[in-house]
């Protein structure tokens, strides 16, 4: 197909933002990466741009060798791939029932969960009742509270609406029941949108740490990557606390600051190329119906 002159003038226009959006989201990054490989007399003299000075990676073999920071990576890790998983089912849960227009009360179950999307009590009554359940400086105040996000629970019920209605009864025919017909039916259509929404939580709890803030004070042990990167942020700027730290000068101290922060932000960019075929489709899939 031969596309017209003014077609081909518009391709290059996006072509061209694209690579600027692109070339913008990038920078930072490469800023980054470039300190974090940088000497600390370059870093002192704000010599550091897109490019390393004085090559060395001093910062990451202190962060391998600590072992605060390896714990703290394998443990945000596992922390991660549990709650997605946990999220996941607890969405397909949730969803899958809501399907049925014969479900009993169906409709006031819709209201009330999407009443939960809008209104929240509020940070104060949230912190007391997780505190009466005993869940404060526990891994299970990181887990259960975000275990289920109604938008993301939105989605897979409206791709599971777009399946349809001839499979689940030709499956029903056969002697399927609603759990065979989920496992069977719905789980191998929904490749798509369960690796959206796995992205969607992984990232979500990977990034996460205001919860770990609010909620764990006596667990240190249990902090995941990006609170022990805020705590080193905010701890580095005093000298005492920064000695402490093993930070034995000012530049030391920003290089190793930026070797965390890519190894906070490398796994997830690791990740999402995996994931990236399916994300378009899972959305715009689970969002033709609704």
């Known amino acids: 197909m031969i596309k017209s002159k003014s ?13 600027i959006v692109m070339f913008v ?4 990054l490469l800023n980054v990466l470039a ?11 704000n010599e550091v741009v897109l490019w ?11 962060v391998l060798k600590d072992p605060k920071y390896v714990h703290s990576l394998w443990y945000t890790g596992l922390l991660t791939v549990g709650c997605t998983l946990l999220s996941l089912a607890m969405t397909i849960m949730c969803a899958y029932p809501l399907t049925y227009k ?5 409709k006031v179950i819709n209201v009330i969960v999407l009443f ?3 209104f929240s009590a509020g940070m104060i009554p949230h912190y007391l009742w997780l505190r009466n359940l005993g869940m404060l ?6 887990v259960i509270p975000s275990c289920l996000s109604v938008y993301n629970m939105i989605i897979m019920r409206s791709f599971f609406y777009g399946v349809p209605e001839s499979l689940r009864e030709a499956a029903e025919i056969d002697g399927a029941g609603p759990i065979r017909t989920l496992i069977q039916i719905y789980l191998p259509l929904s490749k798509a949108v369960l690796a959206t929404l796995a992205l969607f939580y992984a990232v979500g709890r990977w990034n996460g740490f205001s919860d770990a803030l609010l909620y764990l004070k006596k667990r240190e042990d249990l902090y995941p990557i990006q609170l022990l990167l805020y705590n080193i942020l905010q701890n580095t700027t005093n000298v005492e606390v ?9 530049g030391l101290g920003e290089t190793l600051k930026m070797a965390t922060v890519m190894f906070a932000t490398v796994p997830i960019l690791l990740i999402y190329p995996w994931l990236q075929r399916y994300f378009v489709t899972g959305v715009t899939l689970g969002a033709v119906k609704g």
């Open 137 to 142: 400086d526990t891994i299970w105040v990181l």
């Open 35 to 45: 300190r974090s490989l940088s000497s600390a007399e370059y870093l002192i003299r």
């Open 7 to 19: 077609t081909q003038v518009g391709d290059w226009i996006i072509a061209i933002i694209s690579f």
């Open 116 to 118: 939960t999307m809008y």
């Open 242 to 250: 920064a000695t402490q730290e093993g930070f034995s000068s000012p």
């Open 25 to 28: 989201c990038l920078v930072p």
């Open 52 to 62: 390393p000075k004085g090559w060395n990676v001093d910062a990451y073999t202190t």
């Open 102 to 106: 014969e479900l009993k009360g169906g």
